[in-house]
């Protein structure tokens, strides 16, 4: 049966608890490694992953890119209007077609309706890389992040203060799964997808004052109030006044508490640059980690 990687809950809590531990397996075993050595397993030897772009990438394009040939194999980049795809074939059929050339597909999408067509049809794996639901790759990283620097996950409180976006929802995905308390602050016309919300159950809780939602916080976690595509700019910069993570909203939070943020980020609007680059940031462990995450992604999808 064919692997894809389409959103966190779709996973159960032991699929996913094995992708991270081999991730920090993977990460902990290259120390001191120049990046393009190959990992001693392989798993992805003489194996391409076609990598396909709809939305501008930095972090999503690399690291999966540095992922593949660390795990043994190759990929092939291109942006959807370079395809194809661009001119309005189905993805259906840019499915069946990759399915015939490659051994895997990441897709970073405008619609997740179109990731799920796609995988629907496809004979090989299908990652997805974000779409306007979901970010189930980014939320891997992070929880590896909180790991490495607080230990397990299971049992702390996260707090997200900011847009109830792709990357809030994984986040409520992931929250059963893991264990974690997750906390939710946001202007009411800028909530979480009510479907997403209910799936995080009795471990997510939407709360009004980011304030609250940070007060004895393990995690403090924001994101561009802006997303690519949103027209609203204007709007949102007054909606979101007084949720700027600054170093007094940090302070409400545990003594011990960490900052993460997927980037990019807008210095002064949702984070201050006295947080982002403060002792309590970890968002380049955070960039970082996003090889290592996928990594362990592709190696399940490829049947380890």
């Not at 992708?19 to 003489?46: F, M, N, Q």
């Not at 800028?190 to 916080?217: N, T």
Request: net charge negative; charged share 25%.
């Amino acid at each position: 049966m064919t692997r894809h990687f389409l959103d966190i809950h779709r996973l159960d809590a032991a699929a996913l608890r094995g992708i991270l531990d081999d991730a920090h397996a993977r990460k902990a075993a290259r120390k001191g490694w120049p990046k393009g050595r190959v990992d001693a397993d392989a798993p992805a030897k003489d194996r391409v992953l076609a990598m396909v772009f709809e939305k501008n990438s930095t972090r999503t394009r690399f690291s999966f890119d540095a992922a593949m040939r660390q795990l043994g194999g190759s990929s092939i980049i291109v942006n959807a209007g370079d395809m194809q795809l661009g001119r309005g074939e189905p993805v259906e059929d840019t499915a069946r077609v990759l399915s015939r050339m490659v051994d895997a597909v990441m897709i970073r999408a405008n619609r997740h309706e179109d990731v799920e067509n796609f995988a629907r049809v496809a004979t090989v794996p299908v990652v997805n890389g974000l779409t306007d639901r979901s970010h189930p790759c980014q939320i891997l990283a992070d929880l590896m992040t909180i790991e490495e620097h607080r230990g397990p996950v299971a049992g702390k409180t996260i707090a997200w203060v900011g847009d109830g976006n792709n990357v809030c929802h994984s986040f409520m995905h992931a929250a059963p799964l893991f264990d974690f308390r997750f906390r939710v602050a946001c202007p009411a016309a800028y909530h979480p997808d009510l479907h997403d919300l209910a799936r995080g159950g009795d471990h997510v809780f939407l709360i009004s004052d980011p304030r609250e939602a940070v007060r004895g916080a393990d995690v403090v976690v924001t994101d561009t109030w802006v997303s690519m595509g949103d027209q609203d700019y204007e709007e949102r910069l007054e909606a979101f006044d007084g949720y700027g993570v600054d170093d007094a909203l940090m302070d409400a939070a545990a003594p011990d508490a960490v900052f993460l943020h997927c980037l990019p980020a807008h210095r002064g609007e949702e984070v201050t640059d006295a947080v982002i680059d403060g002792p309590r940031s970890l968002v380049w462990d955070e960039a970082e980690n996003r090889i290592h995450a996928q990594k362990s992604v592709l190696a399940w999808c490829f049947g380890g």
